[in-house]
């Protein structure tokens, strides 16, 4: 039942396009009687009313609120479902207040429950109660409103749920009145099918909606005189909208798009996607058509072992719209004359063949190795035509590594070092790049120099550590590999270590020619060590610096995560990072959740001086192996080196007595996702905002320490009793072997697809700015209330439609300005992407402005209308406006006394003070809702 509402609720978040409404009953249109079963007698009555246009309506009515023990059951006749395996149920009703009604005793009742029964047979006579599945219990929003049909004042209520998973020919609807006064003004049935639409020249047929999965995958039939070009499919919604086209036809050999086709795609796929693929039923025209001509203008952008080439579109496509390229890579000898086929050990990204746009990343090259890429271009007609197809070839040198010929002069705080470039440079040398680290410590922080000239003091170091070199070249064809290591220890005193060759290390890293060339370095340049950022160093006004921690340019002041793993001993970052608990102190209460290494239990710890606190403990199970115990142990000396808010608070570990433990802050509610699912609906859009605003706060102190999560999604968000959102989940194996979303990509290794970047699936380039797009994909979950990204589409479609530009569309009643925020944490290029500093300023704006939320970014089917503006200033004032009025009291003593006082109300607290009707408080939080996003309309 619970997958029902679920999607009872998610599929009306998702109606976004123009789906096409299949009536199976509408009372309102019957002309003779409805025929209903009403029993006992004196229960439901058919009546006929003449609505504001004086046209007959049959309504159902009930109204036995003076008489205790109401059981009134009414069933309507058999409804045929027509294959359809959700069905959608629209009520009018009115429903009137106990309150209103003088005399009444304590057992009138404000709702009245819905019921199915599924059955092949349309004659039944007779259903049990006890044969019937429930579907909702029904309140009114309007429910007070007085119905005065003689002045044709009849204020309704509207309702719609849904059934789902239907497999009998159909079934009967039934509605049981427990004592209330119910007038039911309308009953509708209907079904959803996604509509017959053509894209990609692929015709998708009329599809009736799924049952309780949530995605109808539909084949397209390539239309006339078109062909499969990569096999057309669209997944149907369960709100009957289309999602997600993948591949496509193109027109048959002497036949054109007629570009002059208009069709508007529907809302919910970005402009971007549509731009050059949009396509209609056309009238197709035989056309003398030929070939493309070749491609043109190919240039190549050299990184290290990957290279970048990009290329002009054909001058002549031969008047086809249907051209895509093709690579094809050989390998060439140092003299270019003998080149052989690269074989499969590079990649390209998106793809080697079929590609649409002009430009192509291929990694996985050799470094110091020539490569010819032939780039062909093709369209639907190429195989039929006896002329080669157009192509232009590029050849690319992937960069020598740098001859380091190094007689250093080393200080206590300097080294200095030269070097040979490289012999044949894929061209002209634009500037060199010195890396260097701390031997051991490459993952956390790393300085990289860059100047003109061949040779460089680096200075700033520290005495008596052993520090490793790597210089790389520039030239304008991209960057080379860097050369091999060269380790160097600072003296522990100020020697001068000129020409002593006991001291000093005479260094021939030559890979390309191995020319040694002996540079004597007299000078000992001064170079600031404590400037960070990219700064000029003193000594050489070519040379520039930048100080990099885990990849990223360290910030003034900022402290440094450190990798677990620079430590020899992990035991000793342990002892750096976390502290030791007596396991005395520790009382375990229960299990909340099981971990990868062994479970997650809630208890207490007594910490001295202190009263006692809630905390969580996980156990690392026995018979674990050495790794595991380092690995287990890993997650605690990461988080025992921050200290945030918004990231999950180390309380310390248990490593001298068995079991081992790790005790961090309890957090009451668990973890965000099941969190959300289990309180779908229930927050205000500003409690939401609040939650993305705290995650993203602990993102920004995790970026700015230069830690790279990898992992972040809403199941690793942990969320305490004051719905404060704290990342967890930082184990050193969490992503390749706890996360059950992580799936090995084509590159081996596991990433967890659809919250991961596209850079970091395609080549592992993990970066705040991947975290970044992960962000984006929580804010969709947080919106949507634990709804899961991209639904059931397989891993594959995910990747091949995030590739073509597909992102995913708004939740129901997602602020516009939430939506476009994710589009920016989704953008392709990683630079493009805000950074996380940008994304709490920007959420910070929104919570001081809720006005800015309250733009939707789409409207939905069955939604409640729009509360009415209004401009109130006191609470009093606030319930009398919303007809609440019978509840100034329990607001006034459970001291909700200012108008701000009541913008962050929750569904409990309401029940707390005796607000305990559903209809009431969801008409309350709405109105909540409405006063937080009016902002200045409400005079506080
Ligand atoms: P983990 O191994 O960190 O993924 O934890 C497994 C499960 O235990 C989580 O999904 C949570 O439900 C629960 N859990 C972990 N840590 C805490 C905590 N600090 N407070 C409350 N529940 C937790």
């Not at 009687?33 to 609505?51: C, F, K, R, T």
């Not at 208890?603 to 690392?620: H, M, N, T, W």
């Not at 979303?741 to 659809?754: D, F, L, S, V």
Request: aromatic share 10%; glycine share 8%.
């Amino acid at each position: 039942m619970f997958a029902q509402r679920k999607w009872c609720t998610r599929v009306l978040k998702f109606a976004l396009s123009p789906f096409v409404a299949v009536t199976l009953l509408d009372s309102m249109s019957a002309l003779a009687d409805l025929g209903w079963e009403a029993y006992p007698n004196e229960g439901w009555e058919e009546i006929s009313v003449m609505d504001e246009r004086n046209t007959p309506m049959r309504t159902y009515q009930v109204c036995n609120v003076m008489e205790a023990n109401q059981n009134n059951w009414l069933r309507t006749r058999h409804i045929s479902r027509e294959g359809a395996q959700r069905v959608y149920i629209e009520i009018k009703f009115t429903l009137r207040d106990c309150n209103s009604l003088p005399g009444v005793p304590g057992t009138c009742k404000e709702t009245f429950n819905m019921y199915y029964y599924e059955s092949n047979n349309a004659n039944v006579w007779f259903i049990k109660e006890s044969q019937y599945v429930k579907i909702d219990t029904i309140a009114a929003d309007e429910s007070f409103t007085q119905v005065d049909v003689g002045d044709r004042v009849m204020k309704l209520n509207t309702e719609v749920r849904d059934i789902s998973n239907l497999s009998k020919k159909g079934f009967y609807l039934a509605f049981q009145d427990l004592g209330a006064c119910i007038a039911l003004v309308s009953v509708r049935v209907f079904y959803k099918k996604c509509p017959l639409t053509v894209l990609n020249l692929a015709q998708f047929p009329d599809t009736i909606t799924g049952g309780d999965t949530a995605l109808v995958e539909v084949h397209g039939m390539c239309v006339n005189s078109s062909e499969e070009f990569e096999a057309p499919k669209m997944y149907c919604s369960a709100d009957g909208g289309w999602l997600v086209p993948i591949g496509r036809c193109v027109c048959k050999p002497g036949f054109e798009e007629n570009k002059d086709a208009s069709f508007s795609p529907p809302p919910f796929f970005q402009k971007k996607f549509f731009s050059n693929c949009l396509v209609l039923l056309k009238v197709y025209f035989p056309l003398p058509s030929g070939p493309p001509s070749a491609p043109e203008n190919p240039i190549s952008t050299v990184n290290e072992t990957c290279v970048t080439l990009e290329w002009s579109p054909p001058r002549d496509t031969g008047g086809r719209g249907d051209v895509t390229y093709s690579l094809h890579c050989r390998k060439c000898s140092g003299d270019g004359k003998k080149c052989t086929p690269c074989g499969g050990s590079i990649h390209f990204v998106p793809r080697q063949f079929g590609l649409s746009s002009a430009n192509v990343l291929i990694t996985d090259l050799q470094p110091d190795s020539n490569y010819s890429f032939t780039i062909e271009s093709q369209s639907g007609v190429s195989d039929l035509s006896p002329t080669p197809r157009g192509s232009v070839v590029i050849n690319v040198t992937t960069s020598q590594t740098v001859s380091v010929v190094l007689k250093e002069r080393r200080s206590k705080d300097s080294v200095t070092l030269a070097w040979h470039g490289p012999e044949r440079p894929n061209g002209a040398i634009v500037e060199y790049e010195v890396i260097y680290y701390e031997k051991n410590q490459r993952d956390q922080n790393y300085t990289v120099l860059k100047t003109r000239s061949n040779m460089m003091t680096v200075d700033g170091l520290k005495p008596g550590t052993t520090y490793v070199f790597r210089v790389r070249a520039r030239t304008d064809g991209g960057y080379g590999s860097y050369g091999g290591e060269i380790e160097l220890e600072t003296s522990h005193e100020d020697i001068l270590a000129i020409g002593d060759p006991n001291q000093s290390t005479i260094l021939v890293v030559s890979i390309a020619g191995g020319i040694v060339l002996l540079i004597f370095l007299v000078t000992c340049f001064v170079v600031s060590g404590r400037h960070c950022g990219y700064i000029k160093a003193k000594q050489d006004p070519d040379e520039e610096k930048m100080q990099f921690q885990h990849g990223r340019v360290k910030l003034p002041g900022s402290r440094t995560y450190i990798h677990p793993h620079t430590y020899e001993d992990p035991n000793q970052a342990v002892r750096d990072f976390a502290k030791e608990i007596d396991a005395s102190n520790i009382r375990i209460e229960r299990v909340i959740g099981a971990g990868e290494f062994g479970e997650v239990c809630s208890g207490r710890l007594r910490v001295q001086g202190k009263r006692e606190i809630y905390v969580a403990i996980k156990s690392l199970k026995a018979g674990y192996s050495d790794k595991q115990r380092r690995d287990f142990l890993s997650e605690a000396s990461i988080m025992g080196q921050f200290d945030h808010p918004n990231i999950i608070r180390l309380e310390g570990v248990v490593t001298k007595c068995k079991p081992v433990m790790i005790i961090t802050e309890f957090m009451e509610n668990g973890s965000l996702d099941t969190f959300l699912k289990k309180h779908d609906g229930q927050f205000t859009v500003i409690q939401l905002v609040g939650m993305l605003r705290g995650i993203a706060s602990g993102m920004k102190y995790l970026s700015d320490m230069s830690y790279v999560h990898r992992d972040l999604a809403a199941r690793n968000i942990l969320v305490n009793s004051n719905l404060v959102c704290k990342v967890s989940d930082f184990g050193l194996s969490r992503v390749l072997e706890d996360d059950p979303e992580a799936a090995y990509t084509t590159r081996g290794g596991k990433i967890p697809i659809r919250w991961t970047a596209p850079e970091a699936i395609a080549y592992r380039k993990f970066t705040s700015a991947s975290d970044v797009w992960s962000y984006g994909i929580v804010m969709w979950e947080v919106v949507s209330y634990g709804e899961r990204p991209y639904w059931e589409m397989s891993n594959q479609d995910v990747i091949k439609a995030i590739d073509e530009g597909y992102r995913l569309p708004a939740p129901m009643d997602c602020p516009v300005v939430l939506h476009q925020l994710m589009l920016d944490c989704w953008e392709k290029g990683r630079s493009d992407r805000p950074k996380f500093g940008q994304i709490v300023t920007i959420l910070d704006k929104l919570i001081r402005n809720p006005a800015s939320l309250r733009e939707l970014a789409n409207s939905s089917v069955g939604e409640d209308p729009p509360t009415p503006e209004f401009s109130v200033s006191t609470v009093d004032d606030w319930l009398e406006t919303i007809k609440m009025g019978q509840y100034k009291e329990n607001f006034s003593s459970a001291g909700y006394v200012s108008l701000d006082s009541i913008l962050y109300i929750s569904v409990s607290e309401l029940t707390k003070m005796g607000v305990t009707l559903a209809g009431h408080q969801k008409k309350i939080l709405s109105s909540v809702q409405s006063l937080q996003t009016q902002g200045t309309h409400v005079h506080v």
